[in-house]
C-alpha cells in the first residue's frame, strides 16, 4: 500500500518564523495531497490540499509545494502565530484511499 | 456550516464488554469513513462506505468490529468485544464522492478500555 513518510516530528519556531513540514509518499499514482491541522481532543480540519495537476497552492499565511517527479510535497506557513500550535499531517490518496503521515507537533512561541 | 456529528465524545468501558460509535455525514455525502486513530499518530482507515455498501473494509479486524449504514446515510462502528488495545480515538470522515474528494472529519470519540 501507499507509504507517507513525514518530518520532522517536532518543530518548535518563535513567533513571526516561518515553518516548513515536509512530506514523501511512494504511490507515483496518487493525485490528491491534503494537510490537516488538529487540535487536542478534537477531529483533524483541513487546512489546504493540492492536486496533480498544480505545483504550489498558497492560501493567506499558508502554502503547500508538490513535487511528483520527487515524489514529495511540502507544507509552508509564514508569520507563524501562537495559535498555529497543534499536530500537522499530510496524506495522500494511494491505491483509492488516504494515508496519513505521523504528523507533526508544531510549536509557536510568543 | 454542515459538520460531520459523532458521538459518544469520551467512552470508558472494561475489557470484554460491547462498545457502540455513531456517526452523522454531511448531508448529501455519499461516502462515509471510520478511521482508528492512536495516540501520537496517524488516522488509520478501519471502513469505507459509498453510499450503504462496504467498499473498503480490509484494515477491519473482522472478529470484534462491524460497522452498518443501514440507510445510506449515518453509521455505527461497534467493538464486542472490548480490548485494551482498542483504546483509540475513533474519527469519522464523510466526502461527496470517493477518490480523490475533500474528506471533513467529525470531533471523534475517544476511547479508553480498561
Given at each position: ?48 490540499d493540492i492536486r496533480s495537476n498544480v505545483g504550489e ?54 | ?81 472490548a480490548e485494551l488495545g482498542d483504546s483509540a480515538m ?25
Amino acid at each position: 500500500g501507499e507509504n507517507v513518510e513525514q518530518h520532522p516530528s517536532t518543530l518548535s519556531v518563535q513567533e513571526g518564523d516561518s515553518a516548513v513540514i515536509k512530506c514523501t509518499y511512494s504511490d507515483s499514482a496518487s493525485n490528491y495531497f491534503p494537510w490537516y491541522k488538529q487540535e487536542l481532543g478534537k477531529g483533524p480540519q483541513l487546512i489546504i490540499d493540492i492536486r496533480s495537476n498544480v505545483g504550489e497552492k498558497k492560501d493567506q499565511r499558508i502554502a503547500v509545494t508538490l513535487n511528483k517527479t520527487a515524489k514529495h510535497f511540502s507544507l509552508h506557513i509564514t508569520e507563524t502565530q501562537p495559535e498555529d500550535s497543534a499536530v500537522y499531517f499530510c496524506a495522500a490518496n494511494g491505491y483509492g484511499k488516504l494515508t496519513f503521515g505521523q504528523g507533526t507537533i508544531l510549536t509557536v512561541h510568543p | 456550516e454542515a459538520e460531520v456529528a459523532q458521538s459518544p465524545r469520551y467512552k470508558i468501558t472494561e475489557k470484554s464488554q460491547a462498545v457502540a460509535f455513531w456517526c452523522d455525514p454531511i448531508s448529501g455525502h455519499a461516502t462515509l469513513y471510520w478511521y482508528r486513530q492512536i495516540l501520537g499518530q496517524g488516522p488509520e482507515l478501519l471502513v469505507q462506505f459509498q453510499d450503504e455498501s462496504v467498499v473498503d473494509d480490509s484494515q477491519l479486524p473482522k472478529d470484534r468490529f462491524s460497522a452498518e449504514r443501514l440507510k445510506g446515510v449515518d453509521s455505527t462502528l461497534k467493538i464486542q468485544p472490548a480490548e485494551l488495545g482498542d483504546s483509540a480515538m475513533y474519527l469519522c470522515a464523510s466526502s461527496l464522492r470517493s477518490g480523490g474528494e475533500t474528506q471533513y472529519f467529525g470531533p471523534g470519540t475517544r476511547l479508553l478500555v480498561l
